[in-house]
């Protein structure tokens, strides 16, 4: 089996297929319990005109177009930032084993910075959580990207 380094690499690289096409720079894979990438996506709301295009999101819907079914039970989400509330009510609802993020949100993230929605008691499904993969990557990765948008400047490199 690859390590989390390795599939969070994989969410990188979506990542920075959205930062190319002019998203926020977050990216998701979902791997499956033999350990391959069954699903990807990158930001999109923008591009898309879709407020839920959220690389979580879209890493989900792959997932489940390619395995036929909207349970994506025994499989893992990477993912290079923190999941906020809607991608974290959906990974609970898609009955994923686990969640990999790498860096943390602390406007809205909801496994560690804002609330940790994982743990709560009223859910029917639990959802394994580990943070801080590649975090500093995952964050410089964001940071210079708004620091362009601020500054005016182009293309933002890892």
């Not at 690289?13 to 319990?33: I, N, T, Y």
């Not at 390619?66 to 499989?75: D, F, I, K, V």
């Not at 609802?93 to 790498?102: E, K, P, Q, T």
């Amino acid at each position: 089996m690859r390590s989390d380094e390795f599939y969070m690499h994989r969410a990188l690289d979506q990542a920075r297929l959205g930062l190319a096409a002019g998203e926020v720079p977050v990216g998701a894979v979902v791997v499956d319990a033999a350990g391959e990438i069954v699903g990807a996506g990158f930001n999109a709301p923008v591009g898309g005109h879709d407020p839920s295009a959220h690389a979580e999101i879209r890493a989900l819907r792959d997932a489940g177009a390619r395995l036929g079914n909207y349970r994506l039970e025994g499989c893992t989400l990477f993912v290079t930032l923190e999941p906020c509330l809607m991608c974290t009510g959906a990974i609970i609802h898609a009955r994923l084993a686990r969640v990999v993020y790498g860096a943390a949100e602390p406007r809205s993230g909801m496994v560690e910075s804002k609330a940790n929605l994982f743990a709560q008691p009223w859910y029917h499904h639990r959802v394994a959580v580990e943070g801080g993969v590649l975090a500093a990557r995952a964050s410089r990765l964001l940071k210079a990207f708004f620091a362009a948008r601020r500054d005016g400047d182009g293309p933002v490199a890892d």
